[in-house]
T-cell receptor, first 117, second 108 residues
Framework: DAGITQSPRHKVTETGTPVTLRCHQT?????MYWYRQDPGHGLRLIHY???????DKGEVSDGYSVSRSKTEDFLLTLESATSSQTSVYFC????????????????FGNGTRLTVT | DAKTTQPPSMDCAEGRAANLPCNHS???????VYWYRQIHSQGPQYIIH???NNETNEMASLIITEDRKSSTLILPHATLRDTAVYYC?????????FGTGTRLTIIP
């Protein structure tokens, strides 16, 4: 979908272990985002990136870090996974080719289902 | 981003037009109105967006009131595959926020 690949698609891990989720795009878009989705909360922004090595926090960034060393890859790391981080994680990308900054939509990947036991 | 308000659920008969309302009374001048939908546990799918003019594409039409305080997404001929959760979002900074949306059920 829209040239976005999330890996892995499913992962089960134990509390306290580090976990890295990968988002790869083939669109060469500037903006990339990580969201989590939980029942009753809709989608909530974790972190986003507006270029290589340029990232910023979203509304639920505690316990997560991100890195973007290449345009095409945006990594989300849980340094020490907790059960509260059991969720579905979605990556999204957005171009900056609209005539104004927000006149271009986000396109989402198919998600990574993470279970922390 | 401005807060949006949507009904939690709606039903629509197959083949009829589905009209999904959204209130965004605090929207600011530079915020676009976006609509997405999510089917089962798939990633959200972009539908349409607009600033102040009505918009139409192959999926839907977007009607924005003149004061921009509300909008309506129209699916002209709903099919069973349109059953999904629909999100209305006012987007004007990077922290795009999704609410809990409207669960639309298409009735055969």
């Amino acid at each position: 979908d829209a040239g976005i690949t999330q890996s892995p698609r499913h992962k089960v891990t134990e509390t306290g272990t580090p976990v890295t989720l990968r988002c790869h795009q083939t669109e060469n878009h500037r903006y990339m985002y990580w969201y989590r989705q939980d029942p009753g909360h809709g989608l909530r922004l974790i972190h986003y990136s507006y270029g290589v090595k340029d990232t910023d926090k979203g509304e639920v960034s505690d316990g997560y870090s991100v890195s973007r060393s290449k345009t095409e890859d945006f990594l989300l790391t849980l340094e020490s996974a907790t059960s509260s981080q059991t969720s579905v994680y979605f990556c999204a990308i957005r171009s900056d080719r609209g005539d104004t900054m927000y006149n271009s939509p986000l396109h989402f990947g198919n998600g990574t289902r993470l279970t922390v036991t | 981003d401005a807060k949006t308000t949507q009904p939690p659920s709606m039903d629509c008969a197959e083949g009829r037009a589905a009209n999904l309302p959204c209130n965004h009374s605090t929207i600011s001048g530079n915020e676009y109105v976006y609509w997405y939908r999510q089917i089962h546990s798939q990633g959200p799918q972009y539908i349409i967006h607009g600033l102040k003019n009505n918009e139409t594409n192959e999926m839907a039409s977007l009607i924005i009131t003149e004061d921009r305080k509300s909008s309506t997404l129209i699916l002209p001929h709903a099919t069973l595959r349109d059953t999904a959760v629909y999100y209305c979002i006012a987007f004007g900074n990077e922290k795009l926020t999704f609410g809990t949306g409207t669960r639309l059920t298409i009735i055969p």
